[in-house]
């Protein structure tokens, strides 16, 4: 397997970075992301070319500029078209939404939608817009099942197809990128939650996971260019970084929910609510009938770094909307510690023993979510959290070597 390619931007000062002791500089004073690399660069990596952009409500600076309107008033680069993925490029849609084609009121860029396309019919609209190069800012949350990064990776095999080039701009994994954990996809159950085999918590940064889906997955190589952050190590949560956070989504509020969501996501393939519809979604799960014997339940497993409290609530959309349900809060009190995916099989058991009403959602949705059919059957027969787990790691074990050879940070 050939080495993934080197970025033009990660020369001598990434190098002296990763070589600063790490109580040196604290980390949100010393990261830098991708585009701020790009910026400082004088944009050299985009010199001639008509210029598109993915990205969305995330794409900003440290002071929360748009990444559009500062690259749109600087004559250095020239910007001519912008892609929109799930939730729209200014972020107007819910869940399973987009924005459609339009003129971008405060640029008269042309945006275009990129969402439920992919192939051919993708690379139609990269040629239409007439780019030489698509850059790629988005922020990531770290779950396979959030489909920013199969937006990533379609719009890598469309350029491809269209003879375009891919630059992807860095951003940290909120996180952490210490391990990947959970089920790998089953290629048989891909959709838009997940195109390729990779594991549920991934533990990478897109610009990683460009390079792994560039050499693995891809069915030729599109030309690509990464740029890396620096001062970001693989151990640093989002509060690490001094950026601002910008909810990826309209049901992604905090960084607090990136750090549970990719275990408690699995309810949305059940008839439980996953906390859409409060102020602590995928912190808050519950239905109707659901009592205090769910939380102590799952309090009697032991899962290390999160406790679980007896919660009731009243969704204002979603599931069970404008009742009041009861469930549990997870409360992550040592996010070191915390595992969100044992979490997620843990509660996913612990609800099945102690609500009677427990069902899966009929179009076995938790299937596509786990990548296979394995954590529904086990939970079916009876397993424990432990066997559960144990099902996954060979697989998770194959994951993890290919993953080493695309990860570019401490």
Known sequence: ???????????????????????????????????????????????????????????????????????????????????????????????????????????????????????????????????????????????????????????????????????????????????????????EFATFVGRQPISQAHGMTVAELALLFNEEFLTSPVRLDTVRMTGWRRSDFYDASGLPWVPPSPNMPTPDTAVVYPGTCLFEGTNLSEGRGTTRPFELLGAEGVDRRWAAAAGELGLPGVRFREAYFAPTFSKFQGKTIGGVQLHVHDRAAFDPVRTGIGLLITAKQSWSGFAWRSDNWIDKLTGSSLVRTMIDAGASTDDVVAGWQQELAAFRKMRKRYLQYR
């Open 1 to 187: 397997m050939k080495l993934p390619r080197r970025t033009l931007l990660a020369g001598t000062a990434a190098l002296t970075a990763t070589a600063t002791p790490a109580a040196a500089v604290p980390p949100h004073r010393s990261l830098r992301t991708g585009f701020e690399r790009l910026t400082a660069e004088g944009y050299a990596l985009l010199d001639g070319d008509r210029v598109g952009i993915v990205t969305n409500p995330t794409g900003v600076t440290r002071d929360v500029r748009h990444i559009v309107d500062v690259m749109h008033a600087d004559d250095r680069v020239n910007l001519t078209a912008v892609f929109g993925p799930e939730h729209g490029f200014r972020g107007t849609a819910q869940a399973g939404g987009s924005e459609g084609r339009y003129d971008d009121p405060a640029t008269g860029l042309p945006v275009y939608d990129t969402y439920g396309k992919s192939g051919q019919p993708l690379a139609d609209v990269f040629t239409a817009s007439g780019v030489d190069t698509i850059v790629f800012d988005i922020q990531d949350v770290g779950a396979r099942f959030y489909t920013y990064i199969w937006t990533l990776y379609d719009c890598m095999e469309a350029a491809r197809l269209a003879g375009k080039r891919v630059v992807v701009l860095d951003r940290p994994n909120p996180v952490t990128g210490r391990s990947a954990e959970g089920p790998v996809l089953h290629k």
